[in-house]
Each structure stands twice: as C-alpha cells, then as structure tokens.
C-alpha cells in the first residue's frame, strides 16, 4: 500500500472517531484528526493565495510599473492593524471594502442569475405561433406544449408570491368573499410548491452527503483488504 493511501485510511479512522466522542480517548484522536484538517487547508490556502494571487497579479505586476496595484496592497497591509487592539480600527476600511464589494456581487448576481431570467420567464407570450420556431428546434409536435409550459410559470409564481403576501394579517384581511378564497386557495398551490422545493433541496443535500459516505466506506473497505494482502473486493 502506498503511504498516501495509509495515511488517508488513518485520518478517516480518525475523523469516524466522533462518533464515540463521549470516550475521552476517541474524542482526542477526532480532535487531533482536525487539528491536523485545519492545519494543512490553512498551509495549502497560505501556498496557493502566495503562488496563485500575491506573485502574479500583485507583485510581479507591481515590479512592472503598474503602481495602481498598491491600492490593493495598502488594502491589505491595513488588516495587519487588527492584531493590535489599539489601532484595530485602521482595518475596519478594508473589511468595510470587502463587504461592499461583497454585497454588490451578491444582489448583481441575485438580480442577472434569478429575478431577471425569473420575471422573462413568467412575462412569455401564449400566443402559440410566438413557440413554432422553437417547437420545431426542440422536435415538440405542437408549439401548445410550450404555452401550457409558460402557463405553468406563471400560475406557479404568481401562487408562490400570494402565499408571502397572505401569511399577514392585512393581506387576508384586505380580500372577503368569494374573490379572497379564491386568492387564498391559489395562495396555497404557493404554499404547496414551495414545500416541494425545499424538499428537492434537501433531498439533493442529503444524496450529495449519501454519495460521500458511500465513497469513503468503499475506501475504507478496499484500503483495509489491501493491507490484510487480499484481493480488493467488487463493491457495487
């Protein structure tokens, strides 16, 4: 067996430890295990950010004379400062930079990735001649499967939006009679859809979680027989 291969066998070990965390003795040997996680991330992070940022889009462009790059080095000097208390407050200008430019992103990307591709999608013709060209692309026989799709995005979105909106008080109220049933039986389609989204959410978590342990417990066994000298074994 390579010495690779034993010492991943040894950390799984290890790490599978937590679950007798109640034994003083497994407890410590899952915490070395993850001192030992976190040490190595952090030193391959440290090499990486050295060799994939500071060098070849700081420094090197730096000794090139582009002297606009100081602004991120200076940027990045100034968290230096929360190491003292004293002058902690220097550093607040870089971390109050690296929230704002995170937040632009985050709606940026909220508005370009979902509520913009989300608002075409519900806004799309059902006029059946508008989907012939793209019927025929997609080999669908009739352009009325494409409108009864856009049917249901919107009969989808609008319910899901209903549903927030009568979870108050005030919006229940506003509507009586036959028009807020109605509202309120659409409101829960909303209700329903939403459920089965975050079912399918947690459901991909779950399997994606499953798959790791199923490929590490195969690890395990073909590491184990390899080092007992038999032949590996044809997991399925």
Known sequence: MEL???????????VYCYLGKDIPLLHAIYRLAAYVFVGVALGYGAVMAWHGVLVPRLLLRLGGGEW?????????????????????GVG?????????????????????????????????????AYYEGAALEA????????????????????STLLYFHFTA????????GTRGRTLQAIAGFGRVFIMFS??????????????????RIRFLIEAVWSVVGASTPTVQ
């Open 92 to 128: 607040n200008l870089t971390i109050a930079f690296l929230f704002g430019v995170g937040a632009a992103l985050s709606v940026g990307g909220a508005l370009v990735g979902t509520l913009i591709p989300q608002i075409w999608a519900t806004a799309q013709p059902l006029n059946p």
């Open 139 to 158: 080999g669908i026989p009739s352009p009325i499967y494409l409108v009864v799709d856009a049917l249901w995005v919107l009969f989808v979105t609008i």
């Open 4 to 14: 690779g291969t034993l010492v991943a066998l040894a950390l799984t070990v290890m």
């Open 68 to 88: 606009v790059y100081l602004v991120p080095l200076v940027l990045c000097l100034l968290l230096l400062s929360r190491v003292s208390r004293s002058v902690s």
């Open 198 to 215: 975050l079912g399918a959410l947690f459901a991909v978590a779950a399997i994606s979680r499953m798959s790791l342990l199923v490929d």
């Open 169 to 176: 008080k005030r919006g229940i109220q506003r509507f009586s």
